[in-house]
């Protein structure tokens, strides 16, 4: 079979809510073909849903970092065998069964039960930060003043950090992810971020007792010191990167489809298919994941064999027409969007997912019945990409109403 | 129609429950499914085949 081979990955994104054209037309010739990664090796790059699915569902890949090789530039080189290491507590760059074990501590924490359980309280948080958005005048950075400050203020408030601490991880946060920094300083603004949740778990075990995840998992005595300091580092970035860029992106992308808000202002009721929907048509982690085959399998035809690292995208599969009927490309809030991998498939799936989509139902929908007339302050074109970051959105979004 | 669930596979995703709250629970204790109907009736055939294949971990089988 001849084998469609690509010498590094697309990124350019012609229209800011679209995946790298590039992209699109390699799926629509291959869904899974050969990627060059940094150091040499010959992978695989997977753009179809179908095929995402099953290598993400498949216990022959695995996600241990030591055996991945790279494509990011930035971390080529003298990388430290040690460094390449998952950390204890780390799960989501574990492999069963400790990635299980680990897991399984905290999926009763995120259960739809519990979630649904916190809406009123999240609608309140909500209420207040659409209140001091409201209090700064008529015009506003929707990142700072509401995207961001929403979902940081309830993975502080479920963690059991001090919200005014946010100095101590946010721009740390943004250095880890940003695609821009030296392989040093992404590892020293998580060291620095460790030193933090280190501090943190000490201080709850000499407090015990407290009402919050990271105490009720230290009550367990399960995890050691360190793996529950590093389980709730990941716990406190995953909960708020990812929600806030998808508020930021996903308004930006409701104001500039106006039949698509109509429908959101006019029919209420849309709004969990709506987040789906936002989220399959997103797709915000456009950089990875990746997995490394663990022994020979066969995809499609294609023999993927032991050693070879594969590298998922995430927004192509999210646009498959083999998947997607009618036009998958288009925005459309009614659209069965069921079935999306925005959210990862496998074992890894996110474990903050019911969390998020409640976070967003509630954000979105009160967004705009409070700001009606909610419009962008700036021209499109202007709005800052997030492209230099692993995490997809929009770094600002000036807004009036 | 018989749902069968595989507790050991489970990963807690709660896409179950998501998608049908009357046939599926989570435990409280580490997340990992409940089967609450083993014979969906009819009304209820349709979402419990979306279940097992939104079901991430591959834990839920109907038959």
């Given at each position: 079979m001849t084998e469609l081979i690509s010498a590094e990955l697309p990124t350019e994104r012609?229209?800011?809510?679209?995946?790298p054209t590039e992209v699109t037309e390699i799926r629509e010739q291959a869904r899974i073909s050969r990627l060059k990664f940094a150091d040499g090796h010959l992978g695989w790059l997977v753009t179809g849903h179908h095929q995402v699915r099953e290598i993400l569902g498949s216990?022959?890949?695995?996600?241990?970092p030591e055996k991945h090789h790279l494509?990011?530039?930035?971390?080529?080189?003298?990388?430290?065998e040690d460094k390449r290491k998952a950390e204890p507590g780390m799960f989501l760059s574990q492999d069963p069964p400790d990635h299980t074990r680990l897991r399984k501590m905290l999926q009763g924490q995120f259960t739809v039960r519990r979630m649904n359980q916190l809406s009123e309280w999240i609608a309140t948080i909500v209420d207040d930060q659409l209140a001091h958005m409201r209090s700064?005048?008529?015009?506003?950075?929707l990142v700072k003043e509401f995207a961001l400050p929403v979902p940081s203020l309830v993975i502080c408030a479920l963690l059991g950090v001090?919200?005014?601490?946010?100095h101590r991880f946010q721009e740390d946060t943004a250095k880890m992810l940003?695609?821009?920094?030296?392989f040093k300083e992404a590892m020293d603004a998580m060291a620095r971020i460790q030193d933090f949740m280190r501090e943190l778990v000490a201080r709850k075990k000499a407090n015990p007792?407290?009402?919050?995840m990271i105490s009720d998992l230290l009550a367990t005595?399960?995890?050691t010191d360190e793996e529950a300091s590093n389980m709730a580092l990941l716990l406190l970035l995953a909960g708020h990167e990812t929600t806030a860029n998808m508020l930021g992106i996903g308004t930006f992308t409701l104001l500039q489809h106006p039949d698509q808000l109509k429908i959101l202002k006019d029919e209420p009721e849309v709004i969990d298919n709506a987040v789906e929907e936002l989220m399959r048509y997103l797709?915000?982690?456009?950089?990875g994941p990746v997995r490394t085959a663990v022994e020979d399998v066969e995809i499609d035809g294609h023999l993927i064999k032991a050693g070879d690292t594969v590298l998922i995208h995430v927004p192509a599969a999210n646009r498959d027409p083999e998947k997607f009927?009618?036009?998958?490309d288009e925005l459309d809030?009614?659209?069965?969007?069921?079935?999306?991998?925005a959210f990862g498939h496998?074992?890894?799936?996110?474990?903050g997912q019911q969390l998020a989509r409640i976070e967003m139902r509630i954000g979105f929908a009160k967004l705009f019945q409070e700001f009606p007339d909610l419009r962008l302050?700036?021209?499109?074109?202007?709005?800052?990409?997030?492209?230099?970051?692993g995490i997809y959105g929009v770094h600002s979004l000036p807004v009036a109403w | 129609m018989k749902i069968s669930v595989d507790q050991s596979k489970c990963?807690?995703?709660g896409m179950c429950v998501l998608t049908d709250p009357d046939l599926f629970d989570q435990s409280e204790e580490d997340g990992t499914v409940v089967l609450l109907v083993e014979h969906p009736d009819a009304e209820h055939e349709a979402t419990a085949k979306e279940a097992a294949s939104l079901c991430p971990a591959s834990a839920i089988t109907v038959s």
């Open positions: 012609p229209n800011p809510f679209d995946p216990p022959k890949f695995s996600n241990n494509l990011d530039r930035r971390f080529q080189g003298d990388v430290p700064l005048g008529n015009r506003a950075d001090d919200y005014d601490e946010r940003s695609l821009d920094s030296t007792g407290g009402d919050d005595g399960e995890p797709s915000i982690i456009h950089f009927t009618g036009n998958p809030l009614r659209r069965p969007a069921s079935g999306h991998v496998g074992i890894h799936q996110c474990l302050d700036v021209e499109p074109e202007e709005v800052p990409l997030r492209t230099d970051m | 990963c807690g995703s």
